[in-house]
């Protein structure tokens, strides 16, 4: 039992590339969520889902597009990054029953954009 | 609107010693409080939560009691170990289905 994983864990893009942040966990968790953490900020919420094909935004949503085809995987993608995306993303997963009350976060991306 | 706010840190204290983090909510209605801990390299955990006034929540020696008169819901362990050194975090959420709302963060350092 994995958990959640994330990969990668260390990324460099420059300014205007994409990536995917590939989020997995192996708890069948319909909730999954993605944070960002910025120094002096604590966590903030991007986007989240309640099970497949159902997302919805979250405090900081712009930048960042995502999808939810299966249990499992929670995808945020970074369409043409800046460096204001500079930062540590994290994933976290919950049961419905939890919620956003008792979360597993995955071990963090993070990501540099120069 | 609904926040928490937490010492800043960093605190260093010595091994054995007495820990407070202190942390106080605003909040309209009747919030669940959290505190989480991530260790270094590693994602968030719950370490604790209490979901009523006057409720204590406790794990792994650390205990937080929700003080609705003083809005708080401050941290505490009687005895810290150098496997305690982290950033800890209180959070809260507002309403049932409330998304989760978290504080910057305390970095505790513990030394030998």
């Known amino acids: 039992n994995a958990g959640v994983t994330q990969t990668p864990k260390f990324q460099v893009l420059k300014t205007g590339q994409s990536m995917t942040l590939q989020c997995a966990q192996d708890?069948?968790?319909?909730?999954m969520s993605w944070y960002r953490q910025d120094p002096g900020m604590g966590l903030r919420l991007i986007h989240y889902?309640?099970?497949?094909?159902?997302?919805d935004q979250g405090e900081v949503p712009n930048g960042y597009n995502v999808s939810r085809s299966t249990t499992e995987d929670f995808p945020l993608r970074l369409l043409s990054a800046a460096p204001s995306q500079t930062s540590v993303y994290f994933c976290?997963?919950?049961?419905?029953?939890?919620?956003?009350?008792?979360?597993?976060f995955g071990p963090g991306t993070r990501l540099t954009v120069t | 609107g609904d926040s928490v706010t937490q010492m800043e840190g960093p605190v260093t204290l010595s091994e054995e010693a007495f820990l407070t983090i202190n942390c106080t909510y605003t909040?309209?209605?009747?919030?669940?409080l959290f505190w989480y801990v991530q260790y270094p390299g590693e994602g968030l955990q719950l370490l604790l939560k209490?979901?009523?006034?006057?409720d204590k929540g406790s794990n792994k020696g650390f205990e937080a009691t929700y003080r609705k008169e003083t809005t708080s819901f401050h941290l505490e362990k009687g005895s810290v170990q150098v496997s305690d050194s982290a950033v800890y975090f209180c959070?809260?959420?507002?309403?049932?289905?409330?998304?989760?709302?978290f504080g910057k963060g305390t970095r505790l350092h513990i030394l030998p």
């Open positions: 976290a997963s919950s049961t419905p029953a939890s919620g956003f009350y008792e979360q597993y």
């Open positions: 708890m069948n968790h319909e909730y």
């Open positions: 889902s309640v099970g497949a094909g159902i997302t």
């Open positions: 909040a309209t209605g009747y919030p669940s």
């Open positions: 209490a979901t009523k006034a006057d």
């Open positions: 959070a809260l959420i507002p309403n049932r289905d409330d998304k989760i709302i």
